[in-house]
């Protein structure tokens, strides 16, 4: 079993839609979990962080974690063209390392 | 952004010869970390360091080896390169050991 679990996708949704992206992690232990988005032939760019259950807004991002169901999404409103890119899911385990997951492809559609 | 450079960019090589990847910080943050990414296999971490002089093994360690003896730089080495290695190698740096922020990246390639 993977640490960290992502629908390859690609994830296709229209201009304007509410975009989902999910992530599972087996480490009931972990304690900090990231969204990085990531451009084709570009470096990871952190875009959300989220430490405590419940939801976490800034702009058109909201992270979402459950720890009791070990699973954290993220949801970006009204989807543009330029929010395609691949999105990992990155979760804390042990000595400050982050484990990553493969990646969801996000396709946004005119 | 963490004011992170990498070099070289590209590189072909080899299959045999040492190289050697730097990644440079203006952050001045304690953590730093290389990885390697490969279709299929999302990000992989090689090492990383918590400190000056204080570097320790990541998931897919064998065949490289790091230093660094500054704050702002960690160097990645490859022993003897071999196919396998091609790949992107991203630096990344965290102030705290939770966020990390990545560098642009060097593709390397062993022919």
């Known amino acids: 079993q993977k640490e960290v679990e992502q629908n390859s996708g690609p994830l296709s949704v229209p201009e304007g839609a509410i975009a989902s992206l999910n992530c599972t992690y087996s480490d009931r232990g972990s304690q900090s979990f990231f969204w990085y988005r990531q451009y084709s032939g570009k470096s990871p760019e952190l875009i959300m962080s989220i430490y405590s259950n419940g939801d976490k807004e800034d702009g058109r991002f909201t992270a979402q974690l459950n720890k009791a169901s070990q699973y954290v999404s993220l949801l970006i409103r009204d989807s543009q063209p330029s929010d395609s890119a691949t999105y990992l899911c990155?979760?804390?385990?042990?000595?400050?390392?982050?484990?990553f997951g493969t990646g969801t492809r996000l396709q946004v559609t005119l | 952004d963490a004011g992170i450079t990498q070099s070289p960019r590209h590189k072909v090589t080899e299959t045999g010869t040492p190289v050697t990847l730097r990644c440079h910080q203006t952050e001045n943050h304690r953590y730093m970390y290389w990885y390697r990414q490969d279709p299929g296999h999302g990000l992989r971490l090689i090492h990383y360091?918590?400190?000056?002089?204080?570097?320790d093994k990541g998931e897919v360690s064998d065949g490289y080896s790091v230093s660094r003896s500054k704050t702002e730089d960690f160097l990645l080495t490859l022993e003897s390169a071999t196919s396998s290695q091609t790949s992107v190698y991203f630096c990344?740096?965290?102030?705290?050991?939770?966020?990390?922020?990545f560098g642009p990246g060097t593709r390397l390639t062993v022919t």
């Open positions: 990344a740096t965290s102030p705290t050991g939770n966020e990390q922020y």
């Open positions: 360091s918590y400190g000056v002089k204080d570097t």
């Open positions: 990155a979760v804390t385990g042990t000595a400050s390392k982050l484990t």
